[in-house]
């Protein structure tokens, strides 16, 4: 099966992005590992499908695959990714796009200085539909972890982060902690664990380990997940810059019950063709 797709990244979180609606697309998670080995393959973090809409007043229904070859809910450099790839692949005009994601309806929206704007929809709190295991919902809850006693905020952007402040980034032990927060017992699905050190009240720096993808260069949903950790906890002010180690990201928050908006840029590296066994 030969298939075309474009490399893309959002801050250098990279993505194979896979038009499913002019091709057809027969994606199995031994070939999504394939896709995404940065060896054998093509190499991503995530793969991303565009395919039909499956319910009305929607444009597009987008797919998430994690390099693992696990499908996951939401993504949100994917997202900002996907707005471009369709309207550089012709599928809309529209600069404004609702797409169905597994996690619910986010909008999308291509801004005049080539940006891309996502509303990413309200933060979750509530243990059970993050998941997270937890009689209590309090905005700063404990998690141990080998031995040591961490004070995170649980939150779901449409998939589950679990964020902790650090005092210095560049020190933080994301590569040894990052896999066990990932896979706690307390986080039924795992979870993405994000790494924050609060520069002022309106810019932090954030390292995230991504759950079935490992540390990446930038995260969306960490990005925004970080945000409302901080906003909530009496820590940042709307709206806040995100330093990645791969760019930066605007995210803004009015407050509990509000949608999440995040700004960002969008780059399309090459498009190939590649034969699939």
């Given at each position: 099966m030969k298939i075309r797709f474009s490399k893309m990244h959002g801050l250098g979180n990279d993505f194979v992005v896979i038009d499913g609606i002019g091709q057809q697309v027969d994606l199995t998670p031994e070939r999504v590992r394939?896709?995404?080995?940065r060896?054998?393959?093509v190499g991503c973090d995530q793969l991303l499908l565009v395919e039909p809409a499956q319910q009305a007043g929607v444009d597009f229904r987008y797919r998430i695959f994690n390099a693992d070859g696990s499908e996951v809910e939401q993504c949100g450099n994917g997202a900002r990714c996907f707005?471009?790839?369709v309207r550089e692949q012709g599928l809309t005009d529209k600069r404004e796009i609702r797409v169905e994601t597994k996690s619910g309806v986010i909008?999308?929206?291509?801004?005049?200085?080539d940006t891309v704007t996502v509303n990413m929809g309200v933060p979750v709190f509530e243990p059970a539909r993050i998941p997270f295991e937890s009689a209590s919902d309090a905005r700063v809850q404990p998690l141990d972890v080998a031995g040591a006693?961490?004070?995170?905020?649980?939150?779901?952007?449409?998939?589950?982060?679990?964020?902790?402040?650090?005092?210095?980034?560049?020190?933080?032990p994301v590569a040894q902690m990052g896999p066990l927060i990932e896979s706690h017992p307390r986080f039924p699905a795992r979870v993405n664990a994000g790494f924050m050190q609060v520069v002022d009240a309106h810019h932090i720096r954030l390292r995230v380990y991504e759950r079935g993808a490992?540390?990446?260069?930038?995260?969306?949903?960490g990005a925004c997940a970080a945000v409302v950790a901080g906003i909530v906890r009496n820590l940042l002010e709307s709206p806040v810059r995100v330093a990645t180690r791969g760019g930066e990201l605007n995210i803004a928050w009015a407050g509990e019950g509000e949608p999440v908006f995040m700004t960002g840029p969008a780059v399309t590296v090459f498009e190939a063709d590649i034969h699939l066994e």
């Open positions: 394939f896709l995404a080995d060896h054998f393959g707005v471009r790839f909008t999308l929206r291509c801004e005049d200085d006693r961490l004070a995170i905020t649980a939150v779901s952007m449409g998939n589950p982060h679990a964020v902790q402040v650090v005092a210095d980034i560049d020190k933080a490992g540390e990446t260069l930038a995260c969306g949903t």
